[in-house]
């Protein structure tokens, strides 16, 4: 885990926390984070938005997650080993889901966002940070070349994904606070359209 935020530093200070420090405050009421990772939204919780936290990850790290959030303990916070595609959780149960590069690694995406719509309130809230493929060349086609490697190399993570177009197909509109770094990473907000089934 040590070595995962070594290695995201850089794109940290190029963007990522600035995203994080806009976005993540923006979550209320009960909220559920998935792919928890490291505990990197940790910081940026609005203690008088949020009533109770869970944060999931389907390989959670207790033992680092734990030491993290001894610091919080003005949240009312829980950590649980969950996958985003089979979540336990009842119909409409959170305000807002937070997940923030996530969706590059999850096996069926259809499946994870179908059950975050399930679990989301009808009124709630998506915040999300995710990395897709560039939208201009020949990065864009460089990203789908390396993409098979990089899948091996680093736990299924594909660099091509586009994830924007899928959210917005799953039936989310979708509000974007910014793209950074060549629209590698985008950050937003999304609400569940009042027209999707």
């Known amino acids: 885990m040590a070595i995962y935020d070594l290695f995201m530093e850089p794109f940290e200070r190029r963007g990522l ?7 993540v405050p923006k979550a209320k009421g009960k909220v559920l984070e998935i ?9 940026y919780y609005d203690r008088e ?5 869970i944060m999931i990850d389907r390989d959670l790290n207790y033992r680092v ?12 916070l829980s950590l649980k ?17 937070v997940f923030t590069l996530v969706f590059c690694t999850v096996a069926d995406v259809e499946k994870g966002l179908k059950e975050i719509k ?5 009124d709630g809230t998506i915040i ?5 493929r560039p939208e201009t060349e020949p990065l864009g086609k460089t990203f789908d070349v390396l993409t098979p490697l990089w899948k091996k190399l680093a736990s299924g993570c594909h660099l091509n ?11 989310f509109d979708l509000k974007l606070e910014e793209k950074i770094m060549k629209n590698i990473f985008l950050g937003g907000t999304g609400n569940i359209k009042k027209t999707a089934p």
């Not at 938005?49 to 936290?53: E, H």
């Open 118 to 122: 399930r679990v989301l309130k009808k």
């Open 128 to 132: 999300f940070i995710e990395h897709v």
């Open 161 to 171: 994904r586009e994830t924007e177009d899928t959210l917005q197909s799953m039936g």
């Open 17 to 23: 926390r600035k995203l994080r420090k806009k976005l």
């Open 81 to 97: 080993e969950e996958n985003v595609m089979d979540l336990s959780f009842p119909e409409e149960t959170f305000d807002t889901v």
């Open 65 to 76: 997650l734990e030491k993290k959030t001894e610091d919080y303990t003005h949240l009312d």
């Open 35 to 43: 792919g928890a990772g490291t505990g990197l939204n940790l910081g």
């Open 49 to 53: 938005k949020v009533s109770s936290l």
